[in-house]
C-alpha cells in the first residue's frame, strides 16, 4: 500500500516537459534565490578553492579574478538565458526539438545527461568524504582514480540513493531543499574559515591581506600543477557554468520565472558561492596543507571537520547534496527528451543510479576543474545555436524552429555548426596550446556565425517554395 501511494504521488508530479509552464506556476524571486544560493555553495566550491590554491593564484590576481568573472556570468544568465526562457516558458530539450528535430536533439541530451551524471556524481563523492569520517574510511588523494575500499562505496550508495529520490519529486522539491539548506551552509563556509585564521597567523583584520599572499594565495604551484594568473581566474568563473547560462541549460528552470529579470538571481550563487566559498574554502585548504606538511590527500570532509566539526561535516553532505538534486533533475529531463512517453522520476532515478556508480571513482573530484570547463565547452555551441535561432534568423527574413517548421527530424545546420565549432577549439587547444578555459568565448561566435551561414542555405529554396 504504502509503495502504491509513493508511486502515485510520483505520477501526479507534472513538470511541463512539452508545454509552456502556466502562469499560476511561475515563481518570484525567493525560489531562484534560495536554489542558485543553494547550488552554487555545494560541493565543489570544497574542490575548487582549494584547487585554485594548489595552482598557485595569486591573492590579488584571485580577487579580481572572480569579481569580473562572477560578474559577467550573472550577465549571461539576466541578458541572454531568462529573455528567451520567460517568453518561451518551454524545458531546453523541447525548445531544442523544434530547433533541430528529434534525432540531433536526441544526441545532445545524451551527451548532456552524461555530462549531469558525472558532475551530479563528483558532488556525490565529496558528499560521501563527510559521511565517511565517523567509520574512519581511508580518503581518497589527488592521484586516486579508482575507488580505495568497500567502505568508500557503501558511502557513496547512501549518499547517491537519497538525492535520487529527492529529485525524483520534481522542481518544487528540489527548491525546497535548497531553500532550507542555502542559508547556514554559508555562515558554516564563513565561521569556518574565519575560525582557523589564527592559525594561518592572522591575529588582526590588519594582518589578513600580507597573510593571504603569504601563506594562502601564494603564487607558487604546488609541485605538478600548473600555474594560474587572472585571466585563468576570469574566465573559470565566467565559464565554469557555461552550459548553464550560455548553453541555455537553465531554460529549463527559469521558464518558471515570472520575469526576465529574475535572471539577476543567479547573482546570489555567484558572489556567495563563487565569491565568498571559494575564498572560505581556500583558507581552509591552505591550513590543511601546512598541518599535513603538504599531504596529497584531498578529501573536503576532513578539512571541513578541521575546522567547524560536525557543523563543518554537515555542511559538506548538505552542499554536495543541494548540488546533485538539481543537476540529476536536469539530467532525468535531458534523457526524458529521448523518450518523452518515459515517466520523468523513472527516468530521474535511473539517472540516480549512473551516477551513483559514477560517484565511487574519485577521479571526478581531482580533475574536477578540467571537467567542468570541459563540459561548459561541448554543451555551448547549441546555445549560440538558439540564441541566433530565437533572434536573429527571424531579421534575416528566416524561419524559426528549423525542424518543427519543415517537418524535419534533422537540422544539419545546427549539426554542422555544432560539429566544427568544437573541432576549431580542438585545433586551438592541440596547435596553439590553448587552454580548455579560454576556448569557450572564440567558440561561441564561430558556432553562431556557422550556424546562419548553413541556415541561410538550407532554408532559402524551402522558403521560395512556400512562397
Not at 577521479?363 to 540564441?387: D, E, H, Q, R, S
Request: hydrophobic share 55%; with cysteine.
Amino acid at each position: 500500500m504504502a509503495q502504491q501511494k509513493f508511486v502515485q504521488q510520483l505520477d501526479a508530479v507534472i513538470e511541463y516537459e512539452r508545454t509552456p509552464v502556466p502562469p499560476e506556476k511561475w515563481k518570484g524571486w525567493g525560489s531562484f534565490i534560495g536554489m542558485y544560493a543553494g547550488e552554487h555553495t555545494a560541493g565543489t566550491e570544497f574542490v575548487i578553492g582549494p584547487l585554485f590554491v594548489a595552482h598557485g593564484i595569486g591573492a590579488r590576481d584571485l580577487i579580481l579574478g572572480l569579481l569580473v568573472g562572477n560578474l559577467l556570468a550573472v550577465l549571461s544568465w539576466a541578458f541572454l538565458c531568462a529573455p528567451i526562457a520567460t517568453r518561451a516558458r518551454l524545458t531546453l530539450y523541447y525548445f531544442l526539438e523544434k530547433i533541430c528535430g528529434s534525432r540531433l536533439t536526441a544526441i545532445y541530451n545524451l551527451v548532456n545527461g552524461i555530462m549531469f551524471c558525472f558532475l551530479a556524481g563528483a558532488m556525490i563523492a565529496v558528499s560521501a568524504t563527510a559521511v565517511g569520517i565517523p567509520f574512519n574510511l581511508a580518503m581518497p588523494s589527488l592521484n586516486d582514480w579508482l575507488p580505495n575500499s568497500p567502505g568508500w562505496i557503501i558511502a557513496v550508495l547512501c549518499v547517491g540513493a537519497i538525492t535520487a529520490i529527492v529529485a525524483a519529486f520534481g522542481y518544487d522539491y528540489v527548491s525546497r531543499v535548497a531553500n532550507i539548506a542555502a542559508p547556514w551552509m554559508i555562515l558554516v563556509f564563513i565561521a569556518g574559515a574565519v575560525a582557523v585564521l589564527p592559525d594561518l597567523g592572522v591575529k588582526s583584520v590588519s594582518d589578513f591581506w600580507s597573510v593571504a599572499k603569504a601563506r594562502i594565495w601564494t603564487g607558487r604551484p604546488i609541485a605538478g600543477q600548473s600555474q594560474f594568473s587572472f585571466w585563468h581566474i576570469m574566465f573559470f568563473a565566467w565559464f565554469c557554468n557555461m552550459a548553464m547560462h550560455i548553453g541555455m541549460a537553465d531554460l529549463s528552470i527559469l521558464r518558471y520565472a515570472k520575469k526576465w529579470y529574475h535572471g539577476f538571481s543567479s547573482a546570489a550563487g555567484m558572489y556567495v558561492g563563487h565569491f565568498v566559498a571559494w575564498i572560505a574554502a581556500g583558507i581552509l585548504y591552505a591550513l590543511f596543507l601546512m598541518e599535513s606538511n603538504y599531504s596529497t590527500e584531498f578529501a573536503p570532509g576532513p578539512i571541513a571537520y578541521r575546522a567547524a566539526g560536525i557543523a563543518g561535516v554537515i555542511c559538506v553532505i548538505i552542499a554536495g547534496w543541494t548540488t546533485a538534486n538539481p543537476t540529476i533533475y536536469r539530467a532525468g529531463l535531458a534523457l526524458q527528451g529521448i523518450r518523452p512517453k518515459w515517466k520523468r522520476w523513472k527516468v530521474t532515478l535511473l539517472v540516480g543510479g549512473i551516477t551513483t556508480l559514477a560517484a565511487c571513482f574519485p577521479a571526478l573530484v581531482m580533475k574536477l576543474l578540467n571537467f567542468v570547463a570541459l563540459y561548459g565547452l561541448l554543451l555551448m555551441p547549441m546555445g549560440a545555436v538558439i540564441m541566433m535561432d530565437f533572434y536573429i534568423l527571424p531579421r534575416l527574413g528566416m524561419r524559426s524552429n528549423f525542424a518543427e517548421t519543415f517537418d524535419k527530424p534533422f537540422n544539419y545546420a545546427a549539426a554542422v555548426s555544432w560539429g566544427l565549432c568544437l573541432a576549431f577549439c580542438l585545433y586551438l587547444n592541440l596547435q596553439h596550446h590553448i587552454e580548455v578555459f579560454f576556448l569557450g568565448l572564440p567558440g561561441w561566435f564561430v558556432a553562431a556565425l556557422l550556424y546562419v551561414f548553413f541556415s541561410k542555405i538550407m532554408q532559402y529554396p524551402r522558403i521560395l517554395k512556400l512562397i
